[in-house]
């Protein structure tokens, strides 16, 4: 079970990693998202 101690730290590393890219990644397709409270406003102005 000692080798389970030693991975953890290096897998939640590696978990931390894939989703910082993740939100990288998704930032870079939406340089520009439009924010849930002007959808919402228009939605209630219709």
């Known amino acids: ?3 389970m101690m ?3 730290p290096l897998v939640l ?3 931390v990693a894939a989703l910082m890219t993740l939100s990288v990644l ?4 939406k340089p520009q998202p439009v924010p849930v ?3 919402n ?3 209630v102005r219709r």
């Open 1 to 3: 079970m000692a080798w």
């Open 6 to 8: 030693d991975m953890a």
């Open 13 to 15: 590393a590696g978990a």
């Open 26 to 29: 998704r930032q870079a397709r």
């Open 37 to 39: 409270r002007v959808r």
């Open 41 to 43: 406003r228009r939605a």
